[in-house]
């Protein structure tokens, strides 16, 4: 089936077969494997991607039921020039990461957090990414980072 | 694991998906939210040769109270659930279904039509005495809550139907509490209690095959209001009247236990919340 998915603002056209998740259409299809797969059945959250504006398990959705919606995925955090989401500045900075399997959907659970809500406390943080499960960190550097990240929005 | 492969039909209408569902010949089935039909078909636990895609059916989504009911669409997801005020039981119990992403997706008529015992949607259904909306190649029907659960996993649907609407009646004073492992877990044990008038409905998740309606007994009025002496009362009663299965989760005797505790739990909570009226 052929379908149209716009992710990160760029227009792709691809043929799928219907059993084809959007995680896999964007990793095999389009090549953009920031967006990584872990239990593969909605429960990790690794795969997390932004849909029309709301976070979605990209492996519990098929692409063709994408078929025309704006897509935003890890790829699309940083700047063009390559100069880092203050996400993920944060992230590095207060080690919100080891291995990394889990980062790409952490960071977009976190983005539309923070893009939602601007101002959340740490229960709030931690209560939105409670659907992403990491094996490495303990989850407090994640907290850190995602914190940290709120309160430097608005400085100059 | 990826799903095993499957033909796919975007419905245009409830005719065309009904429709679908018939040439299917019995291996069809709705594709909405995908929350909890996918895992199973990622798992290969399920294996349907068509989906049958309502995604893009116009006039599912909507929302509105009449005569002191919601009327919903097949398609509300839970964040929009969640998110509105005229039925605040459902919005409670919305909150706890899965996290942001899963909410984001999944349906109301979705978790009613695939009747996990432990979720929370079937049991406010049944708590509120609620009915859905069912449209299939016979026309439409209505089935109430009592009829529509059979077992685990199990609805009254034909092969060949799929659920439009639901009612759910507002009720005068609510109460939810549920018991899990972890946030967004299934619960392992959840109540649903509702009041209309001096009636009262307490409704138990995770104990049987279908949400179990506490027999009315001692419960079925409530026109002496709820002191703490009487919601614990109640709260034995109601562990009393279930026969929790025991598994990894947990014993029979430890579910019949939560039971008594998120029974008083929701009716403490029912106590002090009362449904604002209508504007």
């Known amino acids: ?156 | 694991m990826k799903c095993p492969p499957f033909s796919y039909h975007r419905a245009t209408d409830v005719a065309d998906a009904v429709a679908a569902l018939g040439a299917a010949d019995g291996e069809g089935k709705i594709l909405a939210g995908g929350q909890s039909l996918v895992p199973l078909l990622a798992l290969r636990l399920a294996r349907p040769a068509v989906l049958v895609d309502v995604n893009r059916v116009p006039g599912l989504d909507g929302l509105v109270v009449r005569d002191g009911v919601l009327h919903a669409g097949a398609l509300v997801r839970h964040l929009h659930l969640a998110g509105q005020d005229h039925h605040p039981l459902a919005a409670e119990a919305a909150r706890w279904i899965g996290h942001t992403a899963i909410r984001s997706r999944g349906t109301l008529a979705g978790s009613l039509a695939h009747a996990d015992p432990s979720a929370e949607l079937p049991a406010v259904l049944r708590a509120c005495d609620g009915a859905v909306h069912v449209a299939g190649p016979g026309g439409t029907r209505r089935l109430g809550a009592d009829e529509l659960f059979v077992g685990a996993l199990q609805s009254s649907l034909a092969e060949t139907e799929m659920i439009t609407g639901v009612e759910l009646p507002v009720p005068d004073a609510w109460g939810f509490a549920e018991f899990a492992r972890r946030h967004g877990d299934f619960a392992i044990v959840s109540v649903a209690a509702a009041r209309f008038g001096d009636r009262l409905r307490v409704v138990v998740g995770g104990v049987a095959g279908v949400p179990h309606l506490v027999d009315p007994g001692d419960l079925a009025t409530c026109d002496g209001g709820l002191s703490a002496d009487r919601v614990a009362i109640l709260a034995a009663a109601a562990a009393d009247d279930v026969d929790p299965p025991s598994d990894l989760h947990g014993s029979a005797g430890y579910r019949r236990a939560l039971t008594e505790q998120m029974t008083a739990r929701a009716l403490t909570q029912l106590a002090g919340h009362r449904t604002p009226e209508a504007a």
């Open chain 1, 1 to 156: 089936m052929k379908i149209v998915l716009t992710v990160n603002g760029e227009r792709h056209r691809v043929e799928v077969e219907p059993r084809r998740t959007l995680a896999d259409a964007l990793r095999e299809d389009l090549g953009l494997t920031g967006t990584h797969l872990g239990c593969e059945h909605g429960v990790c959250g690794a795969c997390t991607v932004i849909v029309d504006g709301l976070p979605a398990r990209a492996c519990l959705m098929f692409a063709v039921q994408a078929d025309g919606a704006a897509v935003e995925t890890v790829e699309g955090l940083a700047a063009e020039d390559g100069t880092l989401h203050p996400l993920q500045e944060a992230f590095s900075r207060c080690h919100g990461l080891q291995c990394g399997a889990c980062t790409p959907g952490m960071l977009m659970t976190a983005a539309h957090l923070l893009d939602t809500e601007p101002a959340p406390d740490r229960a709030r943080i931690r209560a939105e990414m409670a659907g992403n499960i990491c094996r490495c960190t303990g989850y407090v550097g994640i907290v850190d980072a995602v914190e940290e990240a709120a309160a430097g929005r608005g400085d100059p």
